[in-house]
């Protein structure tokens, strides 16, 4: 979609919709369903399941980590951080360093105005909110509560999707209605201090429309805890130095209208993220703590729970976009073709059990980097979940990812006769498990949600705002300090906790929460936003590493880290923190109604 048709879909109402003709329900019946038969819109505000079916459409705009067509080139946002890359031929516009305002295709920024698909595209979702908004009044059959609840997870969706623009874009043009033809297109983007003042009120409207929790059967539903999970990450964003900093990140007109950056530094917006923070766990003990994380002593399929199983109470924000799980869809087959292989780097990020850190130049650990002689786990239980390694569970048996192992990738000997299909899923030497489920026969089929905001982000939010402040040792009202709330979520794994002692405040405590945050969240889309709002682009000044093994005589396995990633990061190499940022496309800009470019895009 271009920026023109982005506008377009912003400010101009539709006739026409297209929804199912049977009974509504939110849950697995409804989900399976494809949205279908076209009518006009009269016809779907005359009756309560087909204005059901119209805020459907807007709940299928919401985003989802598995890869699509027209972002980084059936690519994972994983692949343009240390956690990840691509090993598909070419890679996307990224690597190639074909990035561009005239030539922005390919980039991140199409998950906001997607051409071809542009029903799954924040900007649709924005539009259609707008639409029912209009129209939901008039439905004879819906009770004035229901119209109410109904409206708030409208707004509460038009909310995330302005967050996501805020977080690629900066500064956006806010559109109040669904605007007529007739109306005058000339709209400017916000200032960063409008944008967050904007998005905040319509997070605490939406919030204040909507209940707490839903019960099962409606699961996926906005509720007023993701609205005040969303105010967190969105106040934590606005806060970090891309855009609350004594200098712009870069200077250009976007920069100078205040459109990327608040024009100063204020210490007081890391609080305004921690009183967030703080806010949404009062109201969670008010409403008896109905959102925790999954715990049940199992760290492993606990926190494969935590992010994978419906309804788990630790999800805050969910998409159902993709309603079941298949193993042979193309978003999968992507995966396994190479459009995100995690690296090295990532793996060894992981700790081991006790809390101490892996290295390779210990004997042991390079002997015995993933399970002890006994074949029991020596590393965050976290690893293992997130990737596979070799003799990991597969698929009922072993994996066996090692040269002319049978799940070895060709480069390494494989000859074909995995159950992966093609045997470059490990071409790493290791695989992701997070996107794929190593192709569990057990999931196949299975109801699940994409994890858009998790509780974790909350407590490390919260710990990061203490640091920022020079609080990480305070006591909170809920008798916690910064330590504390890391500890939580590590504590879930079974991970020793964190003191002063071990990470002094400041500049080594946030590294550490950053860690954690990458650890926690491998391939749930948080690193990318964790680069740029810290200005961290020496996070992508590495070596990307990948891992060969070998099986001796005597049954045990030997490894070495090898440089195999085919595709050249020429972004990295050809480094402007203009990257910080993604490009508005300069057609659109050119058509002078009201756009400002980016810095360093011009």
């Given at each position: 979609?271009?920026?023109?048709?982005y506008?377009?879909s912003l400010?101009?109402?539709?006739?026409?919709?297209?929804?199912?003709?049977?009974?509504f329900?939110?849950?697995?019946?409804?989900?399976e369903?494809?949205?279908?038969?076209?009518?006009?819109?009269?016809?779907?505000?005359?009756?309560?399941?087909?204005?059901?079916?119209?805020?459907?459409?807007?709940?299928h705009?919401?985003?989802?980590?598995?890869?699509?067509?027209?972002?980084?080139?059936?690519?994972?946002?994983?692949?343009?951080?240390?956690?990840?890359?691509?090993?598909k031929?070419?890679?996307?516009g990224?690597?190639?360093?074909?990035?561009?305002?005239?030539?922005?295709?390919?980039?991140?920024?199409?998950?906001?105005?997607?051409?071809?698909?542009?029903?799954?595209?924040?900007?649709?979702?924005?539009?259609?909110?707008?639409?029912?908004?209009?129209?939901?009044?008039?439905?004879?059959?819906?009770t004035?509560?229901?119209?109410?609840?109904?409206?708030g997870?409208?707004?509460?969706?038009?909310?995330?999707?302005?967050?996501?623009?805020?977080r690629?874009?900066?500064?956006?043009?806010?559109?109040?209605?669904?605007?007529?033809?007739?109306?005058?297109?000339?709209?400017?983007r916000?200032?960063?201090?409008?944008?967050?003042?904007?998005?905040?009120?319509?997070?605490?409207?939406?919030?204040?429309?909507?209940?707490?929790?839903?019960?099962?059967?409606?699961d996926?539903?906005?509720?007023?805890?993701?609205?005040?999970?969303?105010?967190?990450?969105?106040?934590?964003?606005?806060?970090?130095?891309?855009?609350?900093?004594?200098?712009p990140?870069?200077?250009?007109?976007?920069?100078?209208?205040?459109?990327?950056?608040?024009?100063?530094?204020?210490?007081?917006?890391?609080q305004?993220?921690?009183?967030a923070?703080?806010?949404?766990?009062?109201?969670?003990?008010?409403?008896?703590?109905?959102?925790?994380?999954?715990?049940?002593?199992?760290?492993?399929?606990d926190?494969?729970?935590?992010?994978?199983?419906?309804?788990?109470?630790e999800?805050?924000i969910?998409s159902?976009?993709?309603?079941?799980?298949?193993?042979?869809?193309?978003?999968?087959?992507?995966?396994?073709?190479?459009?995100?292989?995690?690296?090295?780097?990532?793996?060894?990020?992981?700790?081991?059990?006790?809390?101490?850190?892996?290295?390779?130049?210990?004997?042991?650990?390079?002997?015995?980097?993933?399970?002890?002689?006994?074949?029991?786990?020596?590393?965050?239980?976290?690893?293992?979940?997130?990737?596979?390694?070799n003799?990991?569970?597969?698929?009922?048996?072993?994996?066996?990812?090692?040269?002319?192992?049978?799940?070895?990738?060709?480069?390494?000997?494989?000859?074909?006769?995995?159950?992966?299909?093609?045997?470059?899923?490990?071409i790493?030497?290791?695989?992701?498990?997070?996107?794929?489920?190593?192709?569990?026969?057990?999931?196949?089929?299975?109801?699940?949600?994409?994890?858009?905001?998790?509780?974790?982000?909350?407590?490390?939010?919260?710990?990061?705002?203490?640091?920022e402040?020079?609080?990480?040792t305070?006591?909170?009202?809920?008798?916690?300090?910064?330590?504390?709330?890391?500890?939580l979520v590590?504590?879930?794994?079974?991970?020793?906790?964190?003191?002063?002692?071990?990470?002094?405040?400041?500049?080594?405590?946030?590294?550490?929460?950053?860690?954690?945050?990458?650890?926690?969240?491998?391939?749930?889309?948080?690193?990318?936003?964790?680069?740029?709002?810290?200005?961290?682009?020496?996070?992508?000044?590495?070596?990307?590493?990948?891992?060969?093994?070998?099986?001796?005589?005597?049954?045990?396995?030997?490894?070495?880290?090898?440089?195999?990633f085919?595709?050249?990061?020429?972004?990295v190499?050809?480094?402007?923190?203009?990257?910080?940022?993604?490009?508005?496309?300069?057609a659109?800009?050119?058509?002078?109604?009201?756009?400002?470019?980016?810095?360093?895009?011009?």
């Open positions: 979609m271009t920026m023109n048709k506008i377009s400010l101009v109402a539709s006739s026409l919709l297209f929804v199912g003709c049977d009974d329900k939110f849950g697995n019946a409804f989900l369903k494809p949205l279908s038969d076209e009518m006009n819109i009269d016809s779907v505000y005359a009756h309560k399941i087909y204005a059901e079916q119209a805020l459907a459409q807007v709940y705009t919401l985003p989802d980590f598995m890869p699509h067509q027209n972002r980084l080139s059936w690519g994972i946002l994983e692949s343009l951080t240390d956690l990840a890359d691509m090993t031929g070419g890679g996307n990224y690597h190639k360093g074909t990035i561009s305002a005239a030539d922005p295709g390919g980039g991140p920024y199409q998950i906001l105005y997607d051409e071809d698909d542009g029903a799954f595209s924040a900007t649709w979702g924005i539009r259609k909110a707008h639409l029912f908004l209009d129209n939901v009044d008039r439905v004879p059959d819906m004035p509560e229901e119209k109410y609840i109904r409206k997870e409208a707004k509460a969706i038009m909310a995330f999707h302005y967050v996501q623009m805020f690629y874009l900066g500064g956006m043009p806010w559109i109040d209605r669904a605007y007529s033809p007739e109306d005058e297109m000339k709209f400017t916000m200032t960063v201090e409008e944008m967050v003042d904007k998005v905040c009120g319509l997070i605490d409207e939406a919030a204040e429309m909507l209940p707490w929790k839903v019960e099962a059967i409606d996926g539903r906005m509720t007023k805890a993701g609205m005040m999970a969303l105010k967190v990450r969105f106040l934590l964003f606005a806060a970090s130095p891309l855009f609350n900093s004594d200098q990140f870069k200077d250009g007109e976007a920069s100078n209208l205040h459109y990327t950056w608040w024009g100063n530094y204020d210490k007081s917006r890391w305004k993220a921690l009183d923070g703080l806010a949404f766990l009062r109201e969670n003990q008010k409403n008896g703590n109905f959102y925790k994380l999954v715990d049940t002593g199992n760290p492993r399929k926190f494969w729970d935590g992010y994978f199983t419906r309804y788990n109470q999800i805050l969910c159902h976009r993709y309603t079941k799980w298949n193993v042979n869809s193309k978003s999968v087959s992507q995966i396994r073709y190479g459009a995100g292989q995690p690296t090295m780097n990532y793996v060894n990020m992981f700790q081991m059990k006790d809390g101490s850190e892996f290295d390779w130049n210990n004997p042991v650990h390079a002997k015995y980097p993933f399970f002890d002689a006994d074949g029991n786990m020596v590393r965050d239980p976290r690893l293992y979940e997130t990737v596979i390694v003799q990991d569970k597969i698929l009922g048996r072993k994996a066996e990812i090692y040269w002319g192992g049978r799940d070895a990738p060709n480069r390494m000997g494989g000859k074909g006769n995995g159950d992966w299909i093609w045997n470059n899923y490990a790493c030497g290791i695989a992701v498990r997070k996107h794929t489920q190593d192709l569990r026969k057990d999931v196949q089929n299975k109801f699940y949600e994409c994890p858009l905001l998790r509780l974790p982000e909350i407590y490390l939010s919260i710990a990061e705002a203490m640091n402040l020079g609080k990480a305070e006591k909170d009202e809920f008798g916690r300090d910064a330590y504390d709330y890391i500890n590590r504590s879930r794994v079974d991970m020793w906790g964190y003191t002063k002692e071990m990470v002094v405040p400041g500049k080594d405590l946030r590294e550490t929460i950053l860690r954690e945050r990458a650890l926690e969240f491998g391939f749930e889309e948080v690193r990318y936003f964790d680069i740029n709002r810290w200005k961290h682009k020496d996070y992508l000044d590495i070596t990307r590493y990948t891992l060969d093994t070998w099986k001796e005589s005597d049954g045990s396995y030997r490894h070495e880290l090898t440089q195999f085919p595709n050249k990061r020429q972004w190499e050809l480094w402007d923190d203009r990257y910080y940022l993604t490009p508005l496309p300069l659109e800009i050119n058509k002078k109604y009201g756009l400002v470019q980016n810095p360093g895009w011009e």
